[in-house]
């Protein structure tokens, strides 16, 4: 299973059409994290862009976001990935909570682009 988290630095980006970085995480069946990946952001990443694609290639099911428009869920979504937003805090402790089952789709989204 393949979990990917937009990233600042070390934590959730508030959006993810905006962020540095993804930070793409491997587990294995007992649910624990064996390997991190980076992905590099596109350029004007978000919905109009080729990451669904990227990430889905990579084998990813799991979106873990801040907030993002709903455009950005459905091109996720046709893309075979997951998407549950209302994450905050470090990326690798967040893909933890998800694999223990305490994280849920919050609902809420972007509703235009200036969304941070």
Do not use: Y
Not at 2 to 10: D, F, G, L, W
Not at 43 to 49: F, I, L, R, Y
Not at 79 to 106: M, P, T, Y
Request: proline fraction near 2%; charged fraction near 20%.
């Amino acid at each position: 299973m393949k979990i990917a988290v937009p990233t600042c630095e070390v934590n959730v980006d508030d959006h993810f059409g905006h962020c540095e970085f993804f930070t793409v995480f491997t587990a294995n069946e007992k649910k624990e994290i064996i390997e991190t990946e980076i992905v590099k952001s596109p350029v004007g990443c978000g919905c109009k862009s080729n990451i669904s694609e990227t990430l889905s290639n990579l084998g990813v099911t799991i979106m873990l976001a801040g907030n993002m428009g709903q455009g950005a869920v459905n091109v996720l979504n046709q893309a075979g990935i997951e998407v549950f937003r209302g994450c905050s805090g470090n990326v690798k402790e967040v893909a933890d909570s998800w694999l223990i089952g305490n994280i849920q789709d919050s609902g809420d989204a972007c509703h235009s682009h200036e969304c941070h």
